[in-house]
């Protein structure tokens, strides 16, 4: 079993009593506060403001959730690393940090339906020339730890020197900085960094993976789903989270999940 297999599967065993709990959705209830973990170091999903306020289109969409619901919202903070660890022992009730659906994820948690989607690509100076795969070979590559970026890239075996950054922050810090010339990231990382560069030196060179992304959910909590569920597909269909998603993407979400 790969490592992080392995440390997945050990994950759900060491903290599967904190699964067994009462309902969900009835705590939530009782407490009248809905606490979401939220990566804020992940612009434009997540992050800090001039103002020193939670802001991206993660927090927006965690805000409107609780506002519908009708609870107060408790910003639980999270990094790529410890999103699952958090919602497993109990620390959130749910996950909205770009959270993409993987199998590997599944098999230790629950994903509402997708409310998004995020590409996985290579990202490098302009001038750089890098087309697929092997053009990695030898070259250092940054990505966040834990994230699906880290981990589509780790199992394609490019012969890249992969180094780790703890979140999105750290990450575009590096690049703009002269640590790292390449990233594996998403395009609105990328768009972050360039924010910060002079003469906005990136460019995505080719797209490794689509993932939808989700809100994150333990497994068996079927009452917080199902609510959960229902509010993504009003607000699909009524065109608020393509609103959220448009204002901090710069594009619309596919045809298809909006209908």
Do not use: C
Not at 82 to 103: C, H, Q, W, Y
């Amino acid at each position: 079993m790969k490592r992080r297999q392995f440390l997945l599967a050990g994950a759900a065993m060491l903290f599967a009593p904190a699964v067994v709990r009462a309902d969900t959705l009835d705590t939530i209830r009782s407490r009248k506060k809905l606490m979401i973990a939220l990566d804020l170091g992940s612009p434009p999903y997540g992050t800090i403001d001039a103002a020193m306020k939670p802001a991206g289109s993660d927090v927006e969409t965690a805000q409107l959730l609780a506002s519908d619901m009708g609870f107060d919202l408790d910003i639980v903070q999270v990094t790529s690393p410890n999103r699952i660890p958090f919602l497993l022992t109990g620390k959130a009730d749910m996950v909205i940090a770009s959270f993409s659906v993987t199998e590997e994820r599944k098999k230790v948690i629950d994903f509402s339906d997708p409310y998004g989607v995020i590409q996985s690509v290579i990202a490098a100076k302009k001038e750089m020339t890098i087309k697929d795969d092997a053009s990695l070979s030898g070259l250092r590559v940054g990505t966040t730890r834990g994230s699906s970026n880290d981990k589509e890239l780790t199992s394609r075996g490019t012969g890249a020197e992969i180094v780790r950054f703890e979140d999105d922050a750290t990450l575009v810090t590096a690049l703009v900085s002269g640590q790292i010339d390449i990233m594996a990231t998403s395009p609105g990382i990328m768009q972050t960094a360039n924010t910060r560069a002079p003469n906005a030196p990136y460019e995505i060179k080719y797209v490794l993976r689509v993932f939808p992304y989700a809100i994150g959910l333990r497994k068996n909590d079927e009452a917080l789903r199902t609510a959960v569920n229902e509010w993504v597909h009003t607000n699909l269909r009524n065109g608020k989270l393509n609103a959220i998603y448009k204002k901090y993407i710069g594009a619309d979400l596919p045809a298809e999940m909006l209908n």
